[in-house]
């Protein structure tokens, strides 16, 4: 039999972006056995500056504390990426007004308490928190911002809302603004697995990642530009031991759907085993297993 005529139903799974505990879990997991934070916080050390700065020349605007730059930090999780974004904004703006819209208690928990544990470093920041999705958000803001950080931040609408959602964010942005985005590359593990079993047809699928964004901005006739990529990985290496918590975390990330492993029979566990081996997805390293989760980094300015 093929692959694909063994493939588990997937629609009739939970979607992992509607479960935002579940996705709260698995995203822990997965940076735990992931080097993308590692990797994008060094980026940002080194390239983020140089590769805005041109973006900056309105900067004097802002250099009091009464008119601080207006910033908002979309799905921005436990804010451990945002926190670097903001770390290196201070070395242009000595003061910044930040607006977290994250809805997973749990997550703006955990920035709140990395807020406290490094507010020396951060004393020119002020924090507002609101527990919320960003289309809750956006529908009681009239707010104008002139920094949007979007960090894997725009999987969670169908494709046919992705302009929709872009058009918001862009009304958010005052003249001279810009939005910061970096979001999956059109490559990694779970692109590869729509592309290899396209009958699944879910409403939230096919799933957001940089590619589309780019076409999505060129319809809408944006102005924007990719200032930099990272080739980054997950250790899969879980998802293949039997009974695995962490794997079944993993996998659960990897495919999007929620309780992969205890919903579905074995055989098509193994399916998916197999599917994470093959050489598109993943290589090995002395046993060990490590997915494709390549970023984007793309910056989108106020012009049209
Ligand atoms: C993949 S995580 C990214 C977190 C963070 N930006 C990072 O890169 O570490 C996605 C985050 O989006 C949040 N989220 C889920 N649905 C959302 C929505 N509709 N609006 C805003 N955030 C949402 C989740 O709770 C989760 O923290």
């Not at 005052?174 to 590869?192: A, M, N, P, V």
Request: hydrophobic share 40%; glycine share 4%.
């Amino acid at each position: 039999m093929s692959m694909m005529s063994c493939l588990p139903d997937l629609n009739h799974y939970i979607p992992l972006k509607s479960d935002t505990d579940r996705l709260a879990k698995c995203t822990k997991v997965c940076k735990q056995y992931s080097n993308e934070d590692e990797r994008v916080v060094k980026w940002l050390r080194d390239e983020f500056i140089a590769s805005v700065a041109n973006d900056f020349s309105w900067r004097c605007r802002y250099d009091k504390k009464e008119n601080p730059l207006r910033m908002i930090g979309v799905a921005s999780g436990t804010g451990v990426i945002e926190m670097s974004v903001i770390s290196e904004l201070l070395t242009v703006f000595p003061f910044i007004d930040v607006t977290v819209i994250e809805p997973c208690r749990e997550s703006i928990d955990a920035y709140k308490a990395l807020t406290e544990k490094r507010k020396l470093e951060f004393k020119g920041v002020s924090w507002n928190w609101c527990q919320e999705t960003f289309q809750t958000f956006s529908q009681r803001n009239s707010d104008r911002f002139d920094f949007i950080c979007a960090i894997h931040a725009l999987y969670f609408s169908p494709l046919s809302e992705l302009k929709e959602q872009l058009l918001t964010l862009h009304e958010m942005l005052d003249d001279g603004g810009i939005i910061f985005s970096l979001h999956d590359k059109g490559t990694t593990c779970l692109q590869q697995f729509e592309k290899l079993f396209p009958d699944v047809n879910h409403p939230l699928r096919p799933s957001i990642n940089s590619d589309l964004i780019k076409s999505s901005l060129k319809e809408l006739s944006f102005s924007y530009r990719t200032i930099g990529e990272l080739e980054t990985n997950i250790e899969a290496t879980e998802c293949l031991i039997p009974g695995s918590e962490d794997g079944s975390c993993l996998l659960d990330a990897f495919i999007q759907v929620v309780g992969f492993t205890k919903l579905s029979k074995s055989d098509e566990v193994q399916l998916v085993q197999d599917f994470l081996k093959t050489e598109e997805v993943s290589f090995c390293l002395e046993g060990r297993w490590f997915v494709d989760m390549s970023v984007e980094m793309i910056v989108i300015n106020s012009l049209k």
